[in-house]
């Protein structure tokens, strides 16, 4: 109830300052369970990303957001608890696997999942190589794949900033659902994982219009020595890194 109270009251407020644009939004399952896989440009993704469609998305957000104290913590708490948002432990090992284990949860029940396969805001506007956990996601929910790109919110709201900027008008695009049931059963095989991720990366490349970079963002972001403000989780990868 909650989801649907914030986004009545922000999708007007939301429309009304930025005019966003969307596109594809009947390629997205109005019923049933599917992954909504896209870039991560900025924190206005979540609001922008979801806005334009008729049913709630539940994503995998850091546990941090859920365990912080004084009034910023308890607002923080219960805005992404009513959101309907999953807490997630971003510390590796046996949490990633909660991850996906929770991701695999969520699909069961028939809801759309959220995930941002880069793990991380990036670093700049363009797209970096994603990480193997929505693949497995895939191959073992079976659940069909939407590609999701989100244009000008890098320009909008970067990494720092507390409000996003007027004058600039985000859009969303929705491509078509991937099918991956050819890989049924090869949810454990790293190549087949890393194929799949790539096709994934791919169809957001070619939506978004983004460069392409063949590094994990984090590891940008550390050699520039800038803070890793993730707003995602990871789920447990093939390659022994996490994804989110």
Same mark, same amino acid.
């Given at each position: 109830? /909650?989801?649907?109270?914030?986004?009545? %009251?922000?999708? !007007? %407020?939301?429309? #009304?300052?930025?005019?966003p644009r969307a596109e594809g939004v009947g390629n997205v399952p109005r019923t049933g369970p599917a992954i909504l896989v896209g870039n991560h440009l900025s924190f206005a993704d979540h609001f922008f990303g979801p806005l334009p #469609?008729?049913?709630?998305?539940? /994503?995998?957000?850091?546990?941090?957001? @859920? *365990?912080? *104290?004084?009034?910023?913590? @308890?607002?923080?708490?219960?805005? /992404?608890?009513?959101?309907?948002?999953? !807490?997630?432990?971003?510390?590796?090992?046996?949490?990633? =696997?909660? +991850?996906?284990?929770?991701?695999?949860?969520?699909?069961?029940?028939?809801?759309? #999942?959220?995930?941002?396969?880069?793990? *991380?805001?990036?670093?700049?506007?363009?797209?970096?190589?994603?990480?193997?956990? $929505?693949?497995?996601? +895939?191959?073992?929910?079976?659940?069909?794949?939407?590609?999701?790109?989100? %244009?000008? *919110? @890098?320009?909008?709201? !970067?990494?720092?900033?507390?409000?996003?900027?007027?004058?600039?008008?985000?859009? $969303?695009? @929705?491509?078509?659902?991937?099918?991956?049931?050819?890989?049924?059963?090869?949810?454990?095989?790293?190549? $087949?994982?890393?194929?799949?991720?790539? =096709? %994934?990366?791919?169809?957001?490349? =070619?939506?978004?219009g983004q460069e392409y970079v063949d590094r994990y963002a984090a590891e940008v972001k550390k050699d520039s020595a800038e803070p890793d403000e993730c707003a995602d989780e990871p789920v447990h990868t093939a390659d022994g890194q996490?994804?989110?």
């Amino acid at each position: 109830m /909650f989801y649907w109270v914030v986004k009545g %009251i922000l999708f !007007p %407020i939301l429309h #009304l300052l930025w005019r966003p644009r969307a596109e594809g939004v009947g390629n997205v399952p109005r019923t049933g369970p599917a992954i909504l896989v896209g870039n991560h440009l900025s924190f206005a993704d979540h609001f922008f990303g979801p806005l334009p #469609l008729p049913r709630k998305v539940t /994503f995998l957000a850091k546990a941090e957001y @859920f *365990t912080g *104290t004084g009034l910023k913590g @308890f607002l923080s708490r219960a805005f /992404f608890s009513g959101m309907g948002q999953v !807490p997630i432990d971003r510390t590796g090992g046996r949490a990633s =696997e909660a +991850a996906l284990k929770t991701g695999l949860r969520v699909l069961a029940e028939g809801k759309l #999942l959220g995930i941002y396969p880069e793990g *991380t805001r990036a670093p700049d506007n363009r797209l970096y190589r994603g990480k193997t956990g $929505v693949a497995r996601l +895939a191959l073992e929910s079976g659940a069909p794949v939407i590609p999701m790109a989100m %244009i000008n *919110t @890098f320009e909008l709201m !970067p990494a720092g900033r507390t409000l996003p900027r007027l004058g600039r008008r985000p859009g $969303v695009r @929705f491509g078509k659902p991937l099918d991956f049931s050819r890989y049924r059963g090869m949810a454990h095989d790293r190549v $087949v994982l890393r194929a799949v991720t790539d =096709e %994934i990366m791919y169809a957001i490349m =070619e939506l978004s219009g983004q460069e392409y970079v063949d590094r994990y963002a984090a590891e940008v972001k550390k050699d520039s020595a800038e803070p890793d403000e993730c707003a995602d989780e990871p789920v447990h990868t093939a390659d022994g890194q996490a994804g989110s």
